[in-house]
C-alpha cells in the first residue's frame, strides 16, 4: 500500500549562504494493508520528516514515494488532493482549523470531503467524539479553546472519521492519559483489522509494542557525510 | 476531466515593464488556487488579465464554457466574454465599494445580477434575495437598506452574495479578506469554505496573507517581479519552500 524506494530529502536554505543540508539519503520501506509499522530512532532523526514525505508536504529530491498506485514525489497538486481525500489520512501533532467552525463539523469535514451525506457525516463524528471522551457540550464550540489534550483527540477523531485505507500517525497517544490512550489504540487496532496500512511514530513504548507489527529505525536512512 | 481554465504563456506589459510574464496553469473544477507575492509582484494583474479586465499582450486563457466548450477569452467578442462574466465568472474585489452598487438596497444588489441573465419575476428575485442574504449572515431585515448603512465586513459579505447568486463555475477574488478584522475574517473563510465545498466552485484568490492561502487554498503560486518563481501544492509550498524568495516570504510571518 505505501512503498518508498531509494528516497532522498535534502533542504537549501537559500538565504543563509545557500547551504543545502542532507537530511535523508537510500530511504526505503514497504507496508502492506494490514500492518502498522512504527518509525524509531532519536529525535531529529527525520521521522516526521520521513512522514511529511509520504503526505506530500516535503517534496523528496530523489526516489518513488508509491501511496496505493500514485507516486506522492512526482504526482500534480490535484492527484495528491485526490489521494489525500480517499486514500491517504494523517493524524498530526497539532489540530489546524478555520476558527469559528463547530467541533463536530470540524471531524465531520473529512467524510463531507468524500461526499458523505452531512447526517451520516455528523452521527459518525459524534459517535466518535463520545468514544474519545470529549463531553457532548463542547461539541458545537470551536476546538481552538480546548485544551491540549483536547485537540489532540479531536485531532484523533478527524484522521478515523473517514476508514482510509492507508494511515499515517504522527504520535498520536502523546499528551493522553490512559484511558483515552487505551481508545486511541482500539481505533488504530480496527484500522488494522478493516486492512489499512499503517505507519507510526510513537514514543510511549507499551503503546509501541501492542499495535505495530515491526519497526524501522530511521537513523539508517541519515546521510552518512551529516552522521 | 477538462480543466476549467487553461492559462497558457500570458503577459501582460505596462509599456516595457512588465505587469506579469510568462505564466501557465491548468485550474480543474472544484479547486482553489491562491496567488501570494509582495505589492508590486503582478497578481492582481495576473488576476485582472485573466478575469477580462485587462487585455493580456500575449497568451491564452481558455476557458471550458457550458455551450462550446473550452473557448479562448482573449479573442471572443465582447458581447461573449461580457455574458460569460454574468453567468459563469464571478469577481470579488478587494474594496466592496468597487463591487458593489452603493445607491442601491441590498437586495437590489443581488438582485441585478439576476435581471443581468434574464430573470423578471420580482417576487422571485427578492426570495432568493433573501435567501442569499442568510447564507451569507445578513439578517432579511437589512435587505431594503443601502450597503452604505453596512459595516465592512456586511459590505464584503454582500458583494459576495452578490456574485454568488448567478451560481458561477470560477471565482476570481482579490485580497477577499484584506482589510477586515480578524474576527470578520475568520468568518468570512468559513463561509467561502463552506460556499465552495458546496457549490462545487473552482477560485483562484490573490492575498498576501499566507494564512489566508493555508486555510482556503488546494494549491499555490509564488510570484515575484511579475514572474512566478514557485507552484504547487499549498502546504508543500509553504512547509517546504524550493525557491528562496519563498522561503524569505514564509520565514517572514509572525506568529501570533
Known amino acids: ?9 535534502s533542504f537549501t536554505l ?26 524509531i530512532g532519536a529525535s531529529g532523526a527525520g521521522k516526521s520528516t520521513l512522514m511529511r514525505v509520504i503526505y ?31 486514500t491517504l489520512g494523517y493524524v498530526s501533532q497539532f489540530l489546524r482549523v478555520v476558527p469559528r467552525v463547530a467541533t463536530l463539523d470540524v ?17 459518525k463524528a459524534a459517535s466518535l467524539l463520545a468514544q474519545l471522551n470529549i463531553p457532548e457540550r463542547l461539541w458545537s464550540l470551536s476546538p481552538t479553546t480546548f485544551s491540549g489534550g483536547e485537540q489532540q483527540r479531536v485531532n484523533i477523531a478527524r484522521g478515523f472519521a473517514h476508514d482510509y485505507p492507508a494511515l499515517l500517525l504522527d504520535e498520536p497517544t502523546a499528551s493522553l492519559d490512559a484511558q483515552n490512550r487505551a481508545t486511541v489504540l482500539e481505533l488504530i487496532a480496527g484500522a488494522k483489522a478493516r486492512g489499512a496500512a499503517i505507519v507510526g511514530i510513537f514514543h510511549d513504548e507499551t503503546a509501541r509494542e501492542q499495535v505495530c507489527d515491526r519497526f524501522i529505525n530511521v537513523s539508517a536512512f541519515s546521510p552518512r557525510s551529516a552522521a | 476531466m477538462t480543466p476549467l ?29 491562491g496567488i501570494v507575492g509582495e505589492s508590486g509582484s503582478g497578481k492582481s494583474t495576473l488576476l485582472n488579465s485573466l478575469a477580462g479586465h485587462l487585455t493580456p499582450d500575449r497568451g491564452e486563457v481558455i476557458f471550458d464554457t457550458r455551450a462550446d466548450g473550452p473557448v479562448d477569452t482573449v479573442t471572443m467578442s465582447e458581447p461573449q466574454r461580457r455574458m460569460l462574466s454574468r453567468t459563469d465568472w464571478a469577481f470579488v474585489h478587494q474594496h466592496a ?11 437590489g444588489n443581488i438582485g441585478e445580477r439576476l435581471m443581468a441573465v434574464g430573470d423578471r419575476h420580482y417576487g422571485s ?37 452578490r456574485n454568488l447568486v448567478t451560481g458561477p463555475r470560477l ?21 467561502l469554505r463552506g460556499l465552495v465545498r458546496e457549490m462545487g466552485l473552482s477560485a483562484i484568490i490573490v492575498t498576501h496573507d499566507l494564512a489566508v492561502v493555508r486555510l482556503l487554498a488546494d494549491r499555490l503560486m509564488v510570484m515575484k517581479d511579475g514572474h512566478v518563481v514557485e507552484s504547487g501544492l499549498t502546504d508543500q509550498v509553504l512547509d517546504d519552500p524550493q525557491h528562496g524568495y519563498t522561503q524569505l516570504l514564509v520565514s517572514s510571518v509572525l506568529q501570533v
Open chain 1, 1 to 9: 500500500m505505501i512503498e518508498l524506494n531509494n528516497v532522498s530529502k
Open chain 1, 14 to 39: 537559500h538565504n543563509q549562504g545557500s547551504a543545502v543540508i542532507p537530511v535523508m539519503e537510500g530511504a526505503s520501506l514497504s507496508v502492506k494493508p494490514s500492518e502498522c509499522v512504527g518509525l
Open chain 1, 56 to 86: 506530500g508536504n516535503y517534496l523528496a529530491a530523489s526516489g518513488s514515494v508509491m501511496v496505493g498506485g500514485t507516486d506522492v514525489a512526482t504526482a500534480e497538486p490535484r492527484e495528491i488532493l485526490e489521494l489525500r481525500r480517499h
Open chain 1, 107 to 123: 471531524v465531520a469535514e473529512p467524510l463531507l470531503a468524500v461526499g458523505t451525506p452531512v447526517n451520516a457525516a455528523r452521527d
Open chain 2, 5 to 33: 481554465l487553461q492559462v497558457k504563456n500570458v503577459a501582460k506589459m505596462y509599456g516595457a515593464r512588465i505587469g506579469c510574464t510568462e505564466v501557465n496553469f491548468d485550474l480543474y473544477p472544484g479547486e482553489v488556487m
Open chain 2, 97 to 107: 465599494r468597487d463591487g458593489l452598487r452603493m445607491s442601491v438596497s441590498a437586495g
Open chain 2, 125 to 161: 428575485i427578492r426570495e432568493r434575495a433573501a435567501d442569499w442574504l442568510g447564507r451569507v449572515e445578513i439578517a432579511d431585515s437589512r435587505i431594503d437598506d443601502r450597503p452604505s448603512a453596512f459595516s465592512g465586513g456586511m459590505q464584503q459579505r454582500l458583494q459576495i452574495a
Open chain 2, 171 to 191: 471565482v476570481f477574488m482579490d485580497e477577499p479578506t484584506g482589510g477586515l478584522d480578524v474576527s470578520v475574517q475568520a468568518r468570512l473563510l468559513d463561509l
